[in-house]
């Protein structure tokens, strides 16, 4: 079951009632920072569009958004409403630039919603992917293709630094999938348009070994999934 805490004054809010409803557990109390913890590395802020804008004039937004930064490695805003429709002295590129420093700058995300129930159906799907995972494998790609040359592009397409113009190139010059598998990197240099690095990845993508005792179920094969270089930690 998904569990979240809330903040005891979101209770009015009823967002924490229609959690409930969706199968939610839900622990109140008074939280130091944020109003929902999803996971031990996130949270959520909630406010209504006029909250936001009243914390960007008096700056208090600054505070909590450092305040939670230091806190949560993941910080998500939810804003009820139109921000750009609140009837205040605040200018437009204000909020512009409230909004890019909370994206930019801190890295953090701002999410919209229009109602208690649509709060809670994001609330509670984002506290399920912290803490369950996605619950399938997504595919690398997706799409059904025509046989024969669609399926050789769509099969050359998928090949590492190899996009749709550089498939074509390829397919032209060595007139079958399986030529390009066997080509090496100096006769995958030899179509125009495929340099020395795009050519090392293509080989090496084509060639990559999995380790002995390795399963592919267990790597990273995002981007996003790797780990951070040392220097970075």
Not at 71 to 93: C, M, T, Y
Request: charged fraction near 25%; aromatic fraction near 8%.
């Amino acid at each position: 079951m998904v569990k979240i805490f809330v903040d005891s004054r979101e209770i009015p809010s009823r967002i924490p009632e229609a959690l409930r409803e969706l199968g939610a557990e839900i622990a109140t109390g008074n939280l130091e920072t944020g109003d929902y913890v999803l996971e031990a590395n996130l949270v959520v802020e909630r406010k209504t569009a006029a909250d936001f804008c009243a914390s960007i004039i008096d700056s208090r937004f600054i505070n909590q958004a450092n305040k939670m930064g230091l806190n949560f490695k993941k910080v998500i805003w939810l804003i009820e409403g139109d921000i750009f429709a609140v009837r205040s002295q605040i200018h437009p590129d204000a909020l512009d630039g409230a909004l890019s420093y909370l994206a930019v700058v801190l890295g953090q995300t701002v999410i919209w919603y229009k109602s208690p129930k649509r709060a809670a159906g994001i609330l509670y799907r984002m506290a399920k992917h912290a803490q369950t995972g996605l619950g399938y494998e997504p595919p690398m790609r997706k799409g059904k293709v025509p046989a024969g040359i669609g399926q050789a592009l769509f099969d050359l397409e998928g090949k590492c630094g190899c996009g749709p113009v550089a498939a074509r190139k390829l397919l032209n010059h060595f007139r079958s999938v399986f030529r390009v598998n066997n080509a090496s990197i100096d006769e995958l240099c030899a179509v125009k348009g495929i340099g020395p690095k795009k050519a090392q990845a293509i080989f090496e993508g084509i060639h990559y070994e999995l380790p002995e005792g390795v399963s592919a179920d267990d790597q990273p094969t995002l981007l996003a999934d790797q780990p951070a270089p040392k220097s970075l930690v």
